[in-house]
């Protein structure tokens, strides 16, 4: 059984930086991509960034040069480092393993609060 598991969410004030970490916990067979997700209230979900297993590396024009994805193979674990955090950042993060046979997995989800 794998789990993911988000953690660094909280309230801050904009302008501020936040840290999030996404952690798996049992057996995955070769994680290919990591993916930050967030869905504020009323609105669709949408991907934040994505970086492969090359390291490579994509982001949502709303957090370009603001938001860093980060990955530690060793450990199965990805980051995300926000900065300049705007209240239009405020929403429920969550984080996506898709593996090299197909398989995704999703973390439960961190809340973000960035206060005007």
């Known amino acids: 059984q794998v789990h993911l598991v988000e953690s660094g969410g909280g309230l801050v004030q904009a302008g501020g930086s936040l840290r999030l970490s996404c952690a798996a916990s049992g057996s995955i067979f070769l994680t290919k991509d990591m993916s930050w997700y967030r869905q504020a209230p009323g609105k669709q979900r949408e991907l934040v960034a994505t970086?492969?297993?090359?390291?490579?590396?994509n982001y949502a024009d709303s957090v370009k040069g603001r938001f860093t994805i980060s990955r530690a193979n060793a450990k199965n674990t990805v980051h995300l480092q926000m900065n300049s955090l705007k209240p239009e950042d405020t929403a429920v993060y969550s984080c996506?393993?898709?593996?090299?046979?197909?398989?995704?997995?999703w973390g439960q989800g961190t809340q973000v609060t960035v206060s005007s």
């Open positions: 970086i492969n297993s090359g390291n490579s590396t």
């Open positions: 996506l393993f898709h593996d090299l046979v197909g398989l995704d997995y």
